[in-house]
């Protein structure tokens, strides 16, 4: 997989949110480089005498799963141009192909780390000039809402000018590839305050929470089992700041979204019935208050696949987790990556991010990763001087 073409792919997943900035005809520029990139790593796999199980098994079963709901969602009486909304995002799984043909190399991990973090890097700071100017009125922020609004990519928080973005989960990842970066120069140090600075501000609580339980499990709890005090207070700061932020600012109407999470997990559950609690509805098949996408992706997976649809996103997870347990080596290297995976869950718990290629794109990345690292082990396969 060319170099170039797989860096534009990665950079404009991140910088460009939900994929609706930039546009071509009916399409967006998302779809024309994922279109291409899939063609031209199609004819390249067919060519080969073998592909790693794991990328087929994967394939396999991603397909079956999307056939399986959109049967189960005709049969259901949905309507087709709603069952094709449902599959659209999930499409996105063959972007597997030209990742796995782009991890062959693995000097292709660096490139990857770095665009992670410079991507993020350069949307904080973005945001927090924008902000800014916001704030002091130097843009005039009804010039900037009208401007941004037709896009369904920017979500005002009051009438302060705060606003999230469809792309801040990277703000996220890219906090974290930053913690676990073998650089500990000021740049790295700097780089983890303005992104810090940017969640609190975005006001993302879920953003925060998901933040503070990979960093609490992952980091804080294993440093102070062994005495280091000190990224408890990296922990606690942050925590005390965001609660002030979040506390004594005009932030927007939360009980509202919260009312519709909540009656969503109510009007699927009052939906359940023992066949669909195994195979769901099937696509194309929503609530009353959601006709389509949900906010919580568990539960639009539950009530379209069941616990079926469920378990094959669980098994995904326990493939990822065992696969990273097993590295030794390459463990420090693969860290950033599982760990974004695990972010990526947690958010889902609130938001649409893993059936989406917003997130589907750092999922896969990190499954063909921490797949080619455990495989490197095996065949005591030595990265120094590739990477």
Not at 3 to 16: H, Q, R
Not at 124 to 148: K, Q
Not at 157 to 182: A, C, D, E, P
Request: glycine share 6%.
């Amino acid at each position: 997989m060319n170099k170039l073409l797989f860096t534009v792919i990665l950079t404009e997943l991140i910088l460009g949110g939900g994929g609706r900035l930039l546009e071509i005809g009916t399409l967006t520029v998302r779809m024309y480089l994922f279109f291409f990139a899939v063609a031209c790593a199609i004819p390249v796999i067919l060519s080969r005498r073998r592909i790693p199980t794991h990328v087929v098994v994967f394939l396999i079963i991603s397909i079956l799963s999307i056939v399986l709901a959109s049967i189960i969602g005709i049969l259901n009486g949905a309507d087709l141009n709603l069952i094709f909304k449902d599959i659209k995002p999930l499409l996105f799984i063959f972007f597997i192909l030209p990742t796995f043909l782009f991890f062959e190399k693995p000097s292709n991990i660096l490139l990857i780390k770095k665009i992670i973090t410079y991507s993020s890097l350069i949307m904080a700071i973005l945001y927090l000039i924008v902000l800014g100017a916001l704030l002091l009125g130097t843009i005039n922020f009804r010039s900037f809402y009208v401007l941004v609004s037709p896009f369904n990519e920017f979500f005002f928080r009051g009438t302060q000018g705060f606003f999230t973005y469809k792309g801040f989960v990277y703000l996220g990842i890219g906090l974290i590839f930053f913690v676990y970066s073998k650089n500990t120069s000021l740049l790295k140090v700097i780089s983890i305050a303005v992104l810090t600075t940017a969640i609190i501000l975005s006001g993302t609580r879920g953003f925060i929470v998901a933040l503070l339980i990979v960093f609490f499990f992952y980091l804080v709890i294993p440093k102070f089992a062994k005495g280091n005090l000190f990224y408890v207070v990296f922990l606690i700061l942050p925590v005390v700041i965001s609660l002030q932020f979040l506390v004594n600012t005009d932030l927007g109407d939360k009980i509202h979204s919260d009312s519709i999470r909540i009656t969503q997990i109510k009007e699927v559950l009052e939906n359940t019935n023992p066949i669909s609690f195994f195979i769901g509805h099937g696509f194309g098949i929503g609530v009353p208050v959601r006709e389509i996408h949900m906010e919580i992706a568990f539960a639009e997976i539950y009530h379209k696949q069941g616990i079926v649809g469920l378990t094959l996103w669980f098994l995904w997870f326990l493939h990822l987790t065992l696969k990273y347990r097993y590295l030794k080596k390459f463990r420090q290297l693969g860290k950033p990556f599982y760990l974004s995976s695990i972010f990526i869950f947690i958010m889902s718990l609130t938001n649409p991010y893993m059936n989406n290629p917003i997130g589907l794109s750092i999922l896969i990345v990190s499954y063909i990763i921490i797949n080619n690292l455990a495989s490197y082990e095996t065949k005591n396969i030595s990265l120094l001087g590739k990477l």
